[in-house]
C-alpha cells in the first residue's frame, strides 16, 4: 500500500468516526425528546467543520490518485508498445529481402511512412541501470547504529561501586572465633569454679591488588572529518560497553568464589544448640 492509499484510509476512518459521533449526538436528543442542546450544537458544529475538511482533502487525494492511476496505465500501454516494437525484431518484420529493398527505395526518395519502418527496425534501445548512474545515487545512512549489547552492570551496581584507595589495599577477617560452652563437662552438674571454654580470636586480613580494564582505538583524523555521525561517541560508547561486559564479568567470578569459600566456612563453624542455652543457664 503505497503512503497516498495510507493518508487516505486514516482520513475515511476519522471521517466514520466524526459522522459516528455526529449521528450519536442526534440519537441521544431523539431518545430524550428534545433539540440538541447548545453545547451538544457546538460539538456537531465543530465535527461538521472538521468532516468538511476531511471531504475537501479526501477530494483532492482522489483527484492526485487517479492523475497517478492514469499516468501508471498509459506508462504500462507505452512500454509495452515499444517492448512489442522491439522485440518484433524492433517494431518492425519484413516478409522478404524484396519488401526491405522497396522500403529502402522509398526511405531514399523521402516516404516518411518508409523512413519511420527503417528507423524502428534499426533502433536499439539503450538500456539504462543505476549502476550506469552511480555518481547520482545518494548513498543514505538512515538512523543510529544498531547495536544490542547490553551495558548493564546489576552485580556491580547490587554491591555499589568505590573509589579506589590505591594500588593495593587491605580488609580485616576473621579466621577464628571465640568459642562458648557450658560450664564444666558436658551432661554433668557444672561446678561454680569450673573452667569455662577458652578460645582466642584471630583476624588476619586480605589484600587486593587493582587490576586496570581498558582498550583503544586509534581513530584517523579523516575517520572523524568525514564520517555521517559522531564516529568518535560510538566508539567511545563501545569502548564503555566493553569495559561494562569485562569488569561484571570479573566481579561474578570474584563473587562465586568467596561465596564458596564464605559457605565452606559457615559449615566448619556450626555450632550445637546446647550453646545456645549458655546464658540462660547460668543465669538461673
Not at 106 to 113: H, I, M, P, V
Not at 141 to 157: C, E, H, K, T
Not at 212 to 230: A, E, M
Request: proline content about 4%; charged content about 25%.
Amino acid at each position: 500500500m503505497s503512503a497516498l492509499d495510507t493518508v487516505i484510509r486514516k482520513l475515511e476512518g476519522e471521517l466514520d468516526e466524526r459522522k459516528s459521533a455526529y449521528e450519536a449526538i442526534l440519537s441521544h436528543a431523539e431518545q430524550e425528546g428534545r433539540e440538541p442542546n447548545e453545547s451538544e450544537t457546538a460539538t456537531m458544529s465543530e465535527l461538521t467543520v472538521r468532516m468538511r475538511q476531511i471531504g475537501d482533502q479526501l477530494k483532492g487525494y482522489d483527484e492526485t490518485d487517479k492523475v497517478i492511476g492514469d499516468f501508471a496505465v498509459r506508462a504500462r500501454e507505452l512500454d509495452s508498445s515499444i517492448q512489442t516494437r522491439r522485440d518484433a525484431p524492433n517494431g518492425v518484420q519484413y516478409r522478404s529481402a524484396g519488401e526491405y529493398a522497396l522500403d529502402a527505395y522509398k526511405s531514399a526518395l523521402g516516404d516518411q511512412a518508409a523512413k519511420s519502418r527503417m528507423e524502428v527496425f534499426y533502433r536499439a534501445a539503450a538500456h539504462q541501470k543505476t549502476a550506469d548512474n552511480l555518481g547520482v545515487i545518494p548513498d543514505p545512512v538512515i538512523g543510529d547504529v544498531i547495536d544490542f549489547i547490553d551495558a548493564s552492570r546489576p552485580l556491580v551496581a547490587a554491591i555499589g561501586p568505590q573509589n579506589l584507595p590505591s594500588a593495593t589495599w587491605h580488609r580485616p577477617v576473621v579466621t577464628q572465633h571465640t568459642s562458648v560452652d557450658p560450664q564444666g563437662a558436658a551432661g554433668a552438674a557444672a561446678d561454680e569454679k569450673a573452667e569455662l571454654v577458652s578460645q582466642k580470636m584471630t583476624i588476619t586480613r586480605l589484600t587486593a591488588n587493582a587490576v586496570t580494564y581498558g582498550g583503544y582505538v586509534n581513530v584517523s583524523r579523516q575517520n572523524i572529518d568525514l564520517s555521517n555521525g559522531q564516529v568518535m561517541d560510538i566508539i567511545i560508547r563501545d569502548l564503555a560497553a566493553q569495559y561494562a561486559i569485562q569488569t561484571e564479568a570479573a566481579v561474578g567470578v570474584e563473587l562465586t568464589a568467596s561465596t564458596t569459600a564464605a559457605m565452606g566456612m559457615m559449615m566448619s563453624m556450626t555450632c550445637p544448640l546446647e550453646k545456645s542455652m549458655f546464658w540462660r543457664d547460668t543465669l538461673t
